[in-house]
């Protein structure tokens, strides 16, 4: 035997659901209780629908507490600031006793007051106002006629319908989440152990040599040429914890874009990215730098976009834990020093223009495309026009130290002679950088000019005593003992410990003893 209160329950489910657009957000076993949600609507955000008889009022009022409660938890699944939930019950009869000013007004929750429940009854005496009164809830016409003959099957097909429709619309976008299966960000994963690995047997991830030699990010080397150091730092990493703490991103990330976007389109981004990251690194941190951390970031790009293009889905599926995780990353990366957070904030913006370009799978918005790619071809071009250009101060004295001891290292005297030769032309250097540019001079023979150099860094830092001791030994190699004396005397005063410093002053000593 059919009742009017069950087809009207699952009528006006059907309605909510296939005219109305509403979701499923929970429905009970015995479906009798049905959450439905759709945030757009400003009026309603939230219906929660209950067939069910009802005996007395303060059961009803108690019921209607609970719902507040409930709808506290769903306001903050759904990020939202104010939450109103529309309440309808349909049952046979209503309350035995005294029920209408507990439906009166709209119950606020007691804790925040930011959950607003307005409750409506349905009744088989008074179902077509209570329909009204719905309507002017939902702030649209309910388009649904009261009949006299209906059976137990025509509500069977009524509710088939409703869930149907629910069932295939979630099914439709979570397809979207399902376009690729991941096979790129596991490439990237074993590519990045695997250079972590060769690495460490090659001299260590963490020594500024061997991370040099194998392509991380050193902007002397870029501007003498070395262009692929805008794509080989994307797989370097310094440090276990460096490498633990990108693959583990790269991993639930990677596999996240990759499955929205599908393999290839995120080969495009993931590469994208890195660059970008790269070449904001490039422009505004002069330090040696490496890691997929850009890139990573630039999956954080390509899911914002996504939510830019599908704020609905985004925010039903990934947005505020995206947008948390985002802003702890970029908030550790502006207060913790050493993270080189232009290359976060490049890579971000790189795997948002990159996924700009691609649009999403089985869609095109050409024009739009075309918008991003001549934009990103735009900044690249002005970006590298810059960074090339001779105005951006792109090599501080750090890095001008770590190219000539590079260079040292290999004896390659000439080049480092060079490079801090035209490091101290631009008026810039420190004591330490013109100490090694005097010792540059002495490997080639350049006696005089080290002399001049060693003592202007003695001016610029009276303590320095390597400066002494070489001074000593050039004035050894002259036969100016006395001079020698001098300043072997104030090497080992600065640093009596250094036993090198002790037997080179006994022997100009002795040379002086030979020669009186």
């Known amino acids: 035997m059919a009742f009017l209160e069950e087809y009207l329950f ?46 007395w009022s303060n059961w009803l009022q108690r019921d209607i507490e609970i719902t507040a409660e409930n709808g506290e938890r769903i306001r903050g699944k759904l990020a939202k600031g104010d939450l109103k939930i529309l309440n309808l019950y349909f049952s046979a009869y209503p309350p035995v006793d005294d029920y209408e000013f507990r439906l009166a007004e709209p119950y606020q929750s007691s804790d925040t ?5 307005k409750s409506i009854l349905t009744d088989r005496a008074n179902a077509m106002d209570a329909l009204r009164e719905i309507e002017s809830n939902l702030g649209d016409q309910v388009d649904i006629e009261l009949v006299d003959d209906f059976s137990s099957h025509d509500i069977e097909n009524i509710k088939k319908h409703a869930l149907s429709t629910a069932f295939d619309r979630a099914k439709a976008e979570q397809s979207v989440f399902d376009y690729g299966k991941p096979f ?38 870029i501007l003498d040429g070395e262009w692929w150091r805008f794509f080989t730092p994307i797989f370097i990493h310094i440090g276990l914890l460096h490498l633990f703490m990108n693959t583990l991103a790269l991993y639930y990330l990677g596999t996240m874009v990759e499955r929205l976007y599908g393999n290839f389109r995120f080969l495009f981004i993931y590469i994208v990215a890195g660059f970008g990251g790269v070449l904001a690194s490039f422009i505004y941190s002069p330090n040696l730098s490496a890691g997929a951390s850009g890139a990573i970031f630039g999956c954080f790009g390509a899911l914002l976009y996504f939510g830019v293009t599908n704020p609905r889905l985004f925010w039903r599926t990934l947005g505020l834990n995206i947008l948390i995780v985002l802003g ?20 971000l ?17 050409p024009l739009l495309q075309l918008v991003f790619l001549a934009a ?95 001074l000593a030994l050039i004035y050894f190699d002259e036969k100016n003992y006395l001079e020698a004396q001098k300043y072997a005397e104030k090497a080992a005063e600065l640093n009596p410990g250094q036993e090198s410093y002790q037997k080179t002053l006994e022997q100009i000593k002795y040379y002086l003893e030979e020669a009186a």
């Not at 007051?113 to 429940?117: E, L, M, P």
């Not at 590519?191 to 002397?220: M, Y």
Request: overall charge neutral; aromatic content about 12%.
């Open 184 to 221: 790129f960000t596991y490439i990237f994963i074993a590519i990045q152990i695997l250079v972590f690995l060769v690495l460490e047997a090659a001299g260590g991830s963490t020594d500024t040599s061997t991370l040099i030699k194998f392509g991380a990010k050193f902007n002397p080397l």
């Open 328 to 347: 702890i990353n970029l908030a550790f990366g502006f207060t913790i020093p050493g993270i080189d957070n232009a290359g976060h904030i490049g890579g």
């Open 113 to 117: 007051g930011k959950v607003t429940v």
């Open 10 to 55: 699952w009528r006006v489910t059907e309605f909510l659901i296939v005219k109305k657009g509403y979701r499923i957000l929970q429905l009970s076993k015995d479906q009798g209780e049905l959450w439905l949600e759709k945030t757009e609507n400003k009026q309603a955000q939230v219906i929660r629908l209950l067939h069910y008889n009802l005996d």
């Open 376 to 470: 990103a071809g735009a900044t690249i071009f002005l970006a590298l026009q810059y960074g090339f250009s001779g105005k951006a101060d792109l090599v501080d004295e750090r890095s001008v130290l770590v190219l000539a001891q590079q260079h040292l290292k290999e004896e390659e005297y000439e080049k480092a002679y060079d490079v801090l030769s035209a490091y101290k032309q631009e008026g810039k250097s420190s004591a330490e950088t013109i100490f090694l540019l005097s010792f540059t001079e002495i490997k080639q023979g350049r006696l005089e000019e080290a002399k001049g150099h060693l003592h202007e860094v003695i001016e610029l830092e009276p303590s320095f005593h390597e400066a002494y001791y070489n």
């Open 349 to 365: 913006v790189g795997g948002f223009a990159a996924a700009g370009i691609l649009h999403l799978p089985k869609k095109k918005r």
